[in-house]
């Protein structure tokens, strides 16, 4: 029987210095990511690790993802996104979602996040 697996990260923390303003690129902030990626999965040999993708491959990608700074949260996800998309042919959707804590707006706000999809 075939089956569609979902294999997701959920809430990865991590210190960075993405910002538009050149103030949050030095001063670095906190931020999550949730990563969710589609492949087709057949349960013929469901205890092969080369019938899914490992989440320490998906971890690895969006933490040199991370490590390079970038001025929008959307670059950022659509960077994760075409790395994923680059290294794991049987993906069909995948699913990145970045927050970052404690904008920089007038008002209280615990968290900035987009959320950006892509099927193939």
């Given at each position: 029987m075939d089956y569609v697996?979902?294999?997701?990260?959920?809430?990865?923390?991590?210190?960075?210095?993405h910002g538009y303003y050149?103030?949050?690129r030095q001063r670095g902030n906190?931020?999550?990511?949730?990563?969710k990626v589609s492949i087709p999965f057949n349960d013929n040999n469901t205890e092969d690790i080369n019938n899914t993708i490992n989440y320490?491959?998906?971890y690895k990608v969006v933490a040199v993802e991370m490590g390079q700074p970038v001025l929008l949260l959307e670059t950022l996800a659509?960077?994760?996104l075409e790395q994923?998309?680059?290294?794991y042919p049987q993906l069909t959707?995948?699913?990145?979602?970045?927050?970052?804590?404690?904008?920089?707006?007038e008002g209280v706000a615990a968290r900035s996040k987009i959320t950006l999809k892509r099927s193939r």
């Open positions: 697996a979902e294999i997701a990260l959920e809430e990865l923390e991590f210190f960075a210095h050149e103030e949050e906190k931020f999550t990511v949730d990563v320490e491959g998906l659509a960077n994760i994923l998309f680059a290294l959707q995948a699913e990145v979602s970045v927050a970052k804590h404690n904008p920089p707006i």
